[in-house]
């Protein structure tokens, strides 16, 4: 295909438009990138597609998914550019740019936001709440509150949450001993008196927190409780080092990267644009098993903290829940189930793919009101 | 790139040529696509990722790639919480406390004695600092497991792969002489951070096909009869199906042929994969897996 170009500069411009429709499709083709692109283009030689396919390639991915989607781009590209159409400053791809560019990227989900909550912080902003009140509130199940409650809960919940958190970032701080001798700074002041270290300079270990990883069922069973859930893990996910953070439902959506980069309300509306499967069904076991075979070396038994959040009414087969949960509970260091049904006087768990799940969760406790989910602290 | 202005195609497929054909005298076979990212790491001189599952030779890459350049190869292994300390230099703290108890009678001044024992005879040479400082040719730095690192250690490495230079407090600033050529290989346990996946070259390597494992077979193991070796990479490759925890790679696959080559076992029947059980999965449940899926399946597959 390449070998019809004869002249170089028409060869370097192809490679300059490839670059640029490249950057329409998602892929990281910046200007470092098209400079090397060029370069490579140059080391290989233009007449050989294959070898210039490889080229671009590495140089234009950079993750397996972009790899993957790497040679559809490339084939496209060519077909649609015939050798006459190139010259004349590429038409066919400019005309992708209304095509869907990439509906994961961040500004596009930021940019579409509903607007739904910006009522809800003016309700809560006018809210003022007494103790009674605010214990009412915390006590009360999430699914039975009214809906001018549920926006004062939610200033309460924001304030509680980063309370805990910060609570938690403090009580590590304490718990660091006085550290290692220092012997870098010790030789540095010793060198005035004759090397003999008379004062002995420390260096404290970096505090470690732990990692956390957590699954948040939000499927149709749980849709009372879900935006709360996802403030809770918000807030809790900011004091550890690392957090992976997942929604479930009949599959399994990795939301990690939309949590860490954005504030708490972008965040919000760009998940509602996730296609997740809001309040659909339930597969646990085959969300876990997804788990495990994609992110089961995200899992450190000595310092993970494995979350799920769902009321176990599972569609999927239980035996399979049991199986992926044991494979989980292997490599992490607790495993945590949080239940809001079980904030409910007569529940028991008893629904298949609960009792199939308890044998391995170490913490089986419920999420159904605000004091439930502070108590968690003391498990972190 | 100048020096081949002449005919840049013929130099780029010869350069790829020559990898290809290199590579596989050192005994390891690769395809066009990984030897056409390992040429342009020696004439762009940027750094590559190598992402791919365990055991397909990830690691292997940049050994075979000092050796087919007759260069050094420096390694450093990543872990959780390795630090300067450990990647990049040290200072030898022992001796400069003796050197400064030997020079106490000395009429040396506070500033000499610090210049003394602040030089290059008390630093201890880490990894990275080795591939800085090798004076006669570019070596092959290997950073094997990125993702194990901490972010704070990727930050670091973004600053040397960018100016190849490390700063010394006590000694100031020293500039690579020779650009090593850096092989990062990553096993994705986390994403590694946007600036530095694009400073980098990047390569997937995926499970190889049923004829290039046979390749890689014949050319590991020569004294493996055809048949036997066809069996046993069928074999695992249809292994490679059953959504295991642990897919065995390539690695995988030569355990278990010089498992059979050993036990002195002229095919693979059920006996012999019984046997050589432990060289294909690593958890009982796997085991398992294997077991119920019938040998009679996996061996036709």
Known sequence: MLGSVEQSSGAARTIVEFCRFARERGLSAGVQETLDALNAAAALGVRNSDEMKYGLRSILCSSKDSWDRFEECFETFWRESAPKARSSRAKAPRKDLTSPVDERTPTSLMSTGSGDDVSSEKDGAQAITGASARDRLTQADLSTLS??????????????????????????????????????????????????????????????????????????????????????????????????????????VEITSLFRAQRLQDALRALSQQPAG??????????????????????????????????????????????????????????????????????????????????????????????????LEKHL | MGESQASPSDAGNQGVDAIVSGF??????????????????????????????????????????????GTRLIRLQCYEGLDINSAVYEWNYQKQLLAIKIEEGSDKTVEEKERHIFSREFLLERPLLQSILVEDTSPVLLIDEIDRADEAFEAFLLELLSDYQIT????????????????????????L???LKRRC?????????????????????????EELARQVVGYVQAVRQLNLSKPPGVAETLDCAEALLTLGMPELDEEAIEQTLGCISKSVEDGAKIRTAGVERLLAG
């Open chain 2, 193 to 195: 951070g946007d600036a």
């Open chain 1, 147 to 252: 809906h001018s409650d549920l926006a004062t809960l939610e200033q309460i919940s924001l304030r509680l949450f980063n309370q805990m958190s910060r609570r938690l970032a403090r009580r590590r701080r304490i718990a660091t001993s006085r550290g290692q001798v220092d012997l870098r700074r010790t030789i540095h002041r010793a060198i005035s008196r004759g090397g003999d270290p008379m004062n002995l300079r420390y260096r404290e270990r970096k505090p470690r927190p732990h990692r956390l990883v957590t699954l948040l069922d939000i499927s149709g069973s749980m849709s009372p409780y879900s935006l709360f859930l996802v403030q809770f893990l918000y807030a809790l996910q900011k004091h550890f080092r690392r957090a992976d953070t997942f929604l479930f439902s009949t599959g399994l």
């Open chain 2, 24 to 69: 596989e005298r050192l005994g390891y076979i690769t395809d066009r696509s990984l030897a056409t990212a390992v040429y342009l790491v020696t004439k762009l001189h940027k750094p590559i990722l190598v992402e791919g599952h365990a055991g397909l030779g990830k690691t292997e890459v940049a050994k075979v790639l000092a050796s087919f350049l």
């Open chain 2, 201 to 225: 070259l990047y390569q997937w390597i995926d499970y190889p096909s049923l004829e290039k494992e046979m390749r890689i077979v014949r050319t590991r193991l020569p004294h493996i009869e």
């Open chain 1, 278 to 375: 809001w309040s659909g069904g339930t597969n646990i076991g085959g969300s876990l098993r997804e788990f495990n075979h994609i992110h089961r070396r995200k899992l450190r038994s000595s310092d993970t903290l494995f979350v799920i959040l769902s009321d176990g009414w599972d569609t999927g087969d239980p035996g399979v829940l049991a199986e992926e949960l044991y494979a989980v509970k292997r490599r992490v260091r607790q495993l945590i189930w949080l239940n809001p049904l079980l904030g409910l006087k007569d529940y028991e768990p008893i629904a298949s793919g609960m009792s199939a799940a308890l044998p391995h969760v170490d913490v089986f406790a419920p999420a159904h009101n605000l004091d439930s989910l502070l108590a």
């Open chain 2, 168 to 191: 010394i407090p006590e000694m100031g600033t020293i500039h690579a002489k020779h650009l090593p050529y850096v092989v990062l290989t990553s096993n994705r346990s986390r994403d």
